[in-house]
């Protein structure tokens, strides 16, 4: 909802083509004009023009979140606008939480599965990222050893959550939930506590420590319990490259993290079933099959927004599934070869400054790159551009993108 008075401003006040195309966002910005101008275009040659010309409206409407987020970030550092999504991010985990472990109690009515699931993937490292530059620039001071134990206790507040969520997979007792309850309860209270108790005193080292105790483990917590394989595959690929490349001590800690999740029951099955999920009459493996040949078939494409109809291609796919679970596949059935390629365009801009610096310092920039290539690599096995949910909290990070670039140690 907020998003409608943002943009009207933006449009009413901001909006100029010349600087658009004279700002460190065009790069980011124009190939999704020339996504938009394809949909709108292709649509009297699709299946269901009318829906597809309307949906190309939605998307239109879409893009100008990166513009518009991009004059904002002028205002104020784009650090505002993440601790806010993050924030916001937080409280649905810690909902998730709840709702896994006591799925009685704790009705669903915030995103479902698939959308957070998606938003997770963002932004698991895109704070990962920012705590690991914040520590990075802080080693020498005198709170880095402070802040490091806030780290220790996230990870135990992260352990905490995992067994808590699936304690039902270890046929626990009241009094083990009881325990586990009263440590989650305690941790989050003590963070937020502390936190703002002295939040004005020092807002970058308080905000730090909140990040490593309390919301990175709920969010690494949320994202384990929605079961979804794609944006584990997308964070597991994005942090191997910020750890790897900026901080390599913290692989042990990685490989613990990964081992202890393996060792839940529904995480692992989860997993070894990957292979048969995929082969199973309407999965994935047909799904892609019926992809490709359509993709040969109508070399122009459906038309946008027209893969619901994926059904009537063959009687064998769920009626539940109404896309190809893949970003390339479907965007490439919907909108042909053109599309396809600029879409691919569009992700080389958006994750080249991440492979253009590897062997610079990090930076919010890399941080924010990470969070979108792991949404990228997510999108090789799930359709997430086309969750409207996700792809707003993809393109105002890319809006935040270049000011974030420019934020320096000082800042």
């Not at 979140?65 to 904002?72: D, G, K, M, N, V």
């Not at 992260?158 to 007792?173: P, V, Y």
């Not at 493996?285 to 027209?306: F, H, R, S, T, V």
């Not at 059935?333 to 253009?356: A, N, P, Q, R």
Request: glycine share 6%; net charge neutral; hydrophobic share 55%.
């Amino acid at each position: 909802i907020f998003l409608i008075p943002l943009i009207i401003w933006y449009l009413t006040t901001k909006f100029s083509w010349n600087q658009i195309l004279n700002s460190p966002v065009s790069k980011q910005f124009l190939p999704l004009v020339a996504l938009l101008i394809l949909i709108l275009a292709s649509s009297v040659f699709g299946r269901a023009p009318i829906n597809s010309f309307t949906e190309g409206f939605k998307f239109g409407f879409l893009i100008l979140i990166i513009p518009t987020f991009f004059e904002l970030s002028k205002y104020k550092n784009p650090f505002w606008f993440i601790s806010a999504i993050a924030i916001g991010q937080s409280i649905s985990a810690l909902h998730t939480v709840c709702e896994s472990a006591f799925p009685s109690v704790f009705t669903k009515f915030f995103l479902g599965e698939v959308t957070e699931a998606g938003q997770l993937a963002i932004m698991t490292p895109l704070l990962f990222g920012i705590a690991l530059y914040l520590l990075i620039v802080k080693q020498n001071s005198d709170w880095f050893k402070s802040v490091s134990i806030q780290g220790i206790r996230g990870a135990v507040l992260f352990i905490a959550l995992g067994l808590f969520a699936f304690h039902k997979s270890f046929n626990s007792s009241n009094e083990y939930i009881a325990i586990f309850s009263a440590i989650i309860l305690g941790f989050c209270s003590w963070s937020v506590i502390t936190g703002f108790r002295s939040l004005l005193e020092n807002p970058l080292e308080i905000g730090l420590k909140l990040l490593c105790s309390t919301v990175f483990p709920l969010i690494a917590a949320a994202l384990l319990i929605n079961l979804k394989r794609g944006p584990w595959l997308g964070v597991f690929c994005s942090l191997c490259i910020l750890v790897i490349l900026y901080e390599r001590r913290l692989l042990v800690l990685m490989l613990i993290s990964f081992l202890a999740a393996w060792l839940i029951d529904p995480i692992q099955q989860r997993l070894t079933d990957s292979y048969a999920h995929f082969m199973i009459a309407g999965g994935r493996g047909e799904i892609w099959e019926i992809g490709a040949e359509l993709l040969l078939k109508y070399p122009i494409g459906i038309g946008y927004e027209n893969s619901p109809l994926l059904r009537s291609f063959s009687q064998q796919i769920p009626p539940q599934l109404t896309h190809f679970h893949s970003n390339f596949i479907n965007i490439g059935v919907e909108l042909g070869w053109l599309g396809l390629f600029i879409y691919c365009w569009w992700i080389f801009e958006t994750c080249k400054f991440l492979f253009k610096n590897l062997n610079q310092k990090l930076s919010p920039g890399i941080a924010i790159s990470a969070a979108l290539f792991s949404w990228h690599v997510a999108g090789l096995v799930e359709y997430n551009f086309g969750d409207s949910e996700v792809v707003i909290l993809a393109f105002i990070l890319v809006g935040l993108l270049p000011q974030a670039l420019k934020t320096s140690n000082n800042d």
